[in-house]
């Protein structure tokens, strides 16, 4: 008996619709690495009709007030809370993320960002007028810039394309959205769920390869490229998006140090630690993956992890027992396995570092101690359930190993000495710094890195600002 294929369409105009040329991809269950929907790989002809949308919506949404757009935004906000059942069920299905722990950890965020940027639409305002020159009067102008050309990733398809609209339509831009390849259901969903709630061309969604995105980039009609993804991605977004001097936001990898002291509550930190870093697979920019411990400690810590890791529990979706789930796709999980199978001699793995069953892309909770930090696994982004161990001497080496690479979103400290703290998230050169805790995120704070993490913020009124242009006016008094 064959089980018919679900059939994802692209949300153009406040239409759904097929690629114009008919071409599909296979959508994939990571939990069992069987297809389960075909989503459309849309070509020039789709962009091309997706920004047209964009674009003639542009002036009638940019003209809206902001109590019009955040009552749109909280109707929003609504109907996905209504129908959060179903976001959580494709989800997981596009995912292979745990049920209940989608339902309570990434749909209540969601819907409280989206009410943030609500909220925040209201609150855009100028500096008061002032006479800057004898017989002129000068104010500043805040405004949408425009279009919107805004790619998503397949870690966390829904939470991510909500930090993509939500700012962007908040401050009076039209959007075309595109999920991952491997991602597309959930957001196809949300179209169908809240799309005619704004006016047509608002909101848009294509689905298809990076070659989508590249024409997405490259298109004349954005003002504004956004991107989540790796640092290969940004960096050809970055390139291509050059080309006609369009703005550019980009969050991409990240390598966390986790610095803990010989003063830190041990148990504590390896509880928080274990969940920060294998939560969502380790699949997160944000992720604990590489712990720096006081030499003093090591021995004790790294026993204590490893047993943490031991008693975590990857595997099905409905499973309650699970804390996450698989690896996106077969990609994934090769790089994460390539990783460990590459360990020098010095390495030690101390728990997890092989895949789990032969259905799906399982990873166990991997610990990996005795490494260097010019090591490959120290200085790259793994993005999977892989944590690594390294001790330090003193502030200054933890500050050292801490600071060098190449990423520089988010960190941790773990330590009862407040002005160790203090110094430590001073000098720490990341966007973020976490005290005793790791991977809290509200929509007040803002979310973004330095170096190759990307620049410009998500969250907050800074990652709002970030989708508006500011225009000075100078009048003159004499009429």
């Known amino acids: 008996m064959t089980t018919e294929l679900r059939r994802l369409r692209n949300y153009i105009g406040g239409e759904f619709k097929d690629a114009a040329d008919g071409r599909t991809t296979e959508v994939v269950n990571p939990a069992t690495g069987e297809v389960y929907a075909t989503a459309p790989l849309s070509g020039q002809a789709d962009v091309d009709a997706a920004m047209a949308a964009a674009a003639a919506a542009f002036p009638g949404w940019r003209d809206t007030t902001p109590a019009e757009r955040q009552k749109a935004l909280l109707k929003i906000a609504d109907a ?75 870690n966390y398809p829904m939470m991510m394309a909500v930090w993509k609209f939500a700012p962007a339509i908040a401050a009076g831009n039209t959007v075309v959205l595109k999920p991952s390849d491997t991602t597309p ?121 490893a047993k943490a890791a031991t008693d975590t529990k990857t595997g099905q979706p409905d499973d309650e027992d699970v804390l996450y789930g698989p690896l996106n796709n077969p990609n994934q999980l090769k790089q994460v396995a390539g990783f460990i199978e590459r360990l020098p001699a010095h390495a030690k793995v101390e728990a997890g570092g092989h895949q789990v069953g032969d259905k799906g892309y399982f990873y166990a909770p991997t610990v990996v101690s005795g490494l260097k930090q010019d090591d490959e696994i120290v200085q790259n982004e793994v993005f999977g359930p892989v944590i690594t161990v390294q001790s330090f001497t003193d502030e200054a080496q933890a500050l050292s190993y801490a600071n060098d690479v190449e990423y520089a979103l988010a960190s941790s400290v773990w330590t009862k000495d407040h002005a160790r703290a203090m110094r430590m998230s001073k000098n720490l050169d990341f966007g973020c710094v976490w005290i005793n805790t790791h991977i809290p995120l509200v929509a007040e704070m803002p979310h973004g890195g330095y170096k190759k993490s990307g620049y410009g913020k998500d969250l907050s009124a800074y990652g709002f600002e970030d989708y508006t242009r500011i225009k000075h006016v100078m009048t003159s008094l004499d009429g």
């Open 80 to 154: 996905i809370e209504a129908r959060a059942e179903e976001l959580v069920a494709a989800e997981s299905e596009n995912t292979g993320k745990p049920l209940g722990l989608t339902a309570s950890e990434e749909l209540p965020p969601m819907v409280d960002q989206i009410r943030f940027f609500a909220g925040a639409a209201r609150l855009l305002e100028g500096r008061s007028a002032g006479e800057y020159m004898d017989g002129m009067t000068s104010i500043v102008r805040r405004e949408p810039v425009g279009v919107c050309a805004q790619v998503a990733p397949w």
């Open 185 to 305: 259901a959930s957001t196809v969903l949300m179209a169908e769920i809240f799309g005619d709630l704004l006016p047509k061309g608002v909101f848009n969604v294509i689905c298809g390869d990076r070659e989508t995105g590249k024409a997405m980039v490259e298109h004349r009609v954005p003002a504004m490229a956004s991107i989540t993804g790796s640092v290969r991605a940004g960096m050809q977004v970055a390139e291509s998006a050059s080309k006609d001097v369009k703005r550019v936001h980009l969050e991409l990898g990240g390598k966390a140090p986790v610095v803990v002291f010989e003063d830190a509550d041990i148990a504590k930190a390896v509880e928080d630690i274990a969940v920060a870093g294998y939560f969502n697979a380790g699949q997160d920019c944000t992720a604990a993956t590489r712990v720096l411990v006081h030499e003093s400690i090591h021995d004790e810590f790294v026993t204590a992890l």
